[in-house]
């Protein structure tokens, strides 16, 4: 019997934007799984943590999430601070886990997009992205440090100034792998 892949979240994930069909990181990385798998992909653009399907089961789960959310709801986390997004950033992989207590979860955090962010962005960005790291921790998935990969390459891992392109679903997919390589040693 097949294992499943379930694919979770926004458009860090997706085709749409590489230019290939097939070209993005949850599909670059189910490539790389081999036969013995099926695909679950419940990924897609715009997607933010409240409009997030959480019944789906796999053995292997890839999240990426938060960017929209930081995005559209900016002046809210500027002005408040980001502990309600890392809140329900905690309580979207809480309701992941209790589904599938024994996937393992890969959960990516939030690169910068090319436009100049101000200080206080680049602030909110880096709180959002502890909280990630700190969620992860606490319910025993994998981080896939998207943003510290992406750093310093977004000329050639971004367009339209926040979507990944080929090169960036590729390196999106090498994290998922190189997690994934380190969970089954």
């Known amino acids: 019997m097949p294992s499943t892949y379930l694919a979770l979240g926004d458009s860090m994930s997706i085709d749409d934007y590489t230019g290939v069909e097939g070209g ?54 500027l002005s408040e601070g980001i502990d309600s997004f890392a809140a329900e950033h905690r309580a979207l992989l809480d309701a992941i886990r209790r589904a599938n207590p024994e996937a393992l979860l890969i959960v990516g955090d939030i690169y910068r997009p090319q436009w100049p962010l101000s200080d206080a962005q680049l602030a909110g960005l880096a709180a959002a992205n502890a909280a990630i790291h700190a969620n992860v921790e606490a319910v025993a998935a994998r981080l896939a440090p998207i943003h510290d990969t992406f750093l310093g390459h977004e000329s050639t891992h971004l367009c339209l100034d926040i979507e990944p392109t080929l090169a960036g679903a590729a390196a999106i997919a090498g994290l998922f792998r190189a997690e994934y390589d380190r969970w089954r040693q």
Do not use: S
């Open 24 to 77: 993005g990181a949850v599909n670059q990385f189910f490539r790389m799984l081999g036969p013995g798998w099926v695909l679950d992909d419940r990924t897609f653009d715009g997607c933010q943590m409240g409009g997030m399907p959480t019944d789906g089961h796999g053995e292997l789960i890839t999240l990426t999430i938060g960017g929209n959310d930081l995005l559209w709801n900016q002046e809210q986390y």
